[in-house]
């Protein structure tokens, strides 16, 4: 069933002369900048590229949890660990929103879920890295909910009615975890010697998996074009990586850490940063299920997935009572 639902659409553009009129219809209201709502018509190649590009968004803002969650039981004050608790129940927060406006799609929660669990479905290579010191709680508030931002906010106007309104609460929400991640960043390089290499050294870390959360270069992106013209991405892959590396490097620099990139130099020219790209190989690797930890991500989720089936047998079994008893009425 979900297989069908997500099959991928493929990388070309079918053109005006291809469309069917109501093909056509449908993409006038979105040139137009119309919302699409659950219930209008809209192309079957829609539907799908939405419940996967929002159903793997939600599947990493839940499996987002787990490298930050470890670090709770460990936060250095009570102040840091409230903030970081806040923060953590905040992405299970976008994680509902999210699979609520997949739901609106004729998908459920458990078939996304199951989807996930069995690898049909992805969730963000940057949540495949070990979170080995406090310091890497700082760099994923710092680069990673930075590099959500960035993403995240085009999306806020993006075509479809649910996801476009599920963004702008869940934008307003990642600008707190990114100012508090700079916050424990600014604290670390003011800090002793080894706190601030312990920053730099999570910095060295986290700064190619964070530019690799935009996705592969358009060249390999499969996706971009199609959804683009539907408006369900606003911007491509390497026009988001760009503006994240204009915007972080300034910050980087403020904070007396250097981004490990030889060839980061700003280009007056073109007015923006050069720099070099990720290892795409290392990327590819993560997505087919060998980072470093896959297995164990994976695995916390299934656990928690398998522990909490009493749970939810016991919710179904009372709402199904209740159906029963109102029906009696
Ligand atoms: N990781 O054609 P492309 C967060 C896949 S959570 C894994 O360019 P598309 C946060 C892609 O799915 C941040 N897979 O794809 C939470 C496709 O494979 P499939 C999550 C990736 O969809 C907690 C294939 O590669 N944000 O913020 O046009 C704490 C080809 O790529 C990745 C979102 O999900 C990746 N990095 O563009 C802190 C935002 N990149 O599906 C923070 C919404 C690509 O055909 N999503 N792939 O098997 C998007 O904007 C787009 O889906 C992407 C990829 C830019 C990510």
Request: glycine fraction near 8%; charge should be neutral.
């Amino acid at each position: 069933m979900y297989a069908q639902m997500v099959k991928s659409t493929g990388k070309s553009v079918k053109s005006r002369d291809e469309m069917s009129a109501k093909e056509a219809r449908f993409q006038d209201r979105i040139d137009a900048g119309e919302k699409i709502e659950p219930k209008d018509w809209m192309p079957e190649g829609y539907r799908k590229t939405l419940i996967r590009q929002i159903g793997q968004h939600a599947h990493s803002e839940i499996v987002g949890q787990l490298p930050e969650g470890n670090w709770i039981t460990r936060a250095p004050s009570l102040a840091r660990k409230a903030i970081l608790i806040a923060k953590v129940q905040d992405e299970a927060g976008h994680g509902l929103y999210l699979y609520c406006a997949a739901e609106t799609l004729g998908v459920s929660r458990d078939e996304l879920t199951e989807a996930l669990h069995d690898g049909r479905m992805k969730y963000s290579s940057i949540f495949n890295y070990p979170t080995l010191t406090w310091a890497d709680i700082g760099a994923i508030g710092w680069l990673v909910d930075g590099a959500a931002i960035m993403n995240q906010v085009p999306l806020q106007r993006c075509s479809f009615g649910p996801y476009s309104r599920a963004m702008i609460r869940i934008c307003k929400e990642e600008s707190f975890h990114q100012r508090q991640g700079f916050d424990i960043m600014m604290k670390m390089v003011n800090g002793t010697e080894a706190q601030r290499a312990m920053a730099q050294d999570a910095l060295n870390r986290f700064w190619y998996p964070s530019l690799m959360m935009f996705g592969p270069s358009d060249k390999d992106s499969v996706h971009s074009a199609q959804s683009m013209a539907w408006k369900i991405k606003m911007n491509t892959n390497d026009e988001l990586r760009r503006k994240f590396v204009d915007q972080t490097a300034p910050q980087a620099e403020y904070l007396g850490l250097t981004i490990p990139d030889k060839n980061l130099k700003w280009n007056d020219k073109k007015g923006g940063y050069d720099f070099s790209e990720p290892d795409w190989e290392e990327f590819f690797e993560v997505l087919r299920g060998n980072g470093p930890m896959n297995k164990e991500r994976l695995g916390a989720r299934v656990k928690a997935w398998d522990e909490g089936a009493w749970v939810r047998e016991g919710l179904m079994a009372n709402a199904e009572k209740r159906t029963a008893r109102m029906a009696a009425e």
